[in-house]
């Protein structure tokens, strides 16, 4: 039997990786299909409901098989399947899908009070990410544009925290604090797109 030697590119760094390892073969498979599902999700029309639970439900399974991947595959020859850099991989996914689920309840008409613990929640994981995203910037592995989106989402879900007494009464200003979300979120949607694309 004799082995195929599988030559990959690093998806942020593009130099090559060369191995006879199988088990680096399915890594590099089940990244690949990550990464085509966090496109999936970031490429849906989130105006509409359909669009909403897919870009959700893409974000959660790309999240899903970048853990597989932490937790299966040890030593990785790659920058990008490397622990940190897929547990920051993660930590995004899982954010972008709870901003998902926050639009959704936000076309929905939730009470305002739900709307500021979902986003208090988004920006709690986006500030999870962002450390692991200033390192892997830092280490030119990231664009200095990955950073930027994150701490602008971590804003933005910090921006909709209103104190109990200010939830109960249903105050405007928490209200002007949504529209203000969804204009940061429109935003940097439009940031996620550019890092999709490569451009």
């Given amino acids: 039997m004799s082995l195929i030697l599988n030559t990959r590119f690093d998806a942020f760094t593009h130099k090559p990786t060369s191995q006879y390892s ?3 073969e399915k890594a590099s498979i089940i990244f690949n299909i990550s990464a085509v599902l966090s496109c999936h999700a970031a490429n849906q029309t989130r105006s509409e409901d359909s669009g909403l639970k897919t870009a959700y439900h893409s974000f959660q399974a790309s999240a899903g098989m970048f853990t597989y991947i932490n937790e299966n595959f ?60 200033q390192e892997n910037v830092n280490k030119a592995v990231f664009e200095k544009v990955w950073l930027l989106v994150t701490q602008v989402r971590i804003t933005a879900g910090l921006f909709l925290k209103i104190p109990p007494a200010k939830q109960q009464s249903n105050s405007m200003p928490s209200l002007n604090n ?9 935003m ?4 996620w797109e550019v890092l999709a694309d490569g451009r």
């Fill in 188 to 191: 940097s949607n439009l940031s």
């Fill in 178 to 186: 949504l529209a203000f979300i969804k204009s940061l979120s429109e």
């Fill in 22 to 24: 199988l088990a680096y």
């Fill in 74 to 133: 040890l030593h990785a020859p790659s920058t990008d399947l490397s622990r940190d850099t897929v547990k920051t991989l993660i930590q995004i996914m899982l954010a972008q899908g709870q901003e998902v689920f926050l639009e959704k309840q936000i076309a929905d008409g939730k009470k305002v009070g739900l709307l500021a613990k979902l986003a208090s929640q988004a920006g709690y994981l986006y500030s999870q990410a962002v450390e692991g995203v």
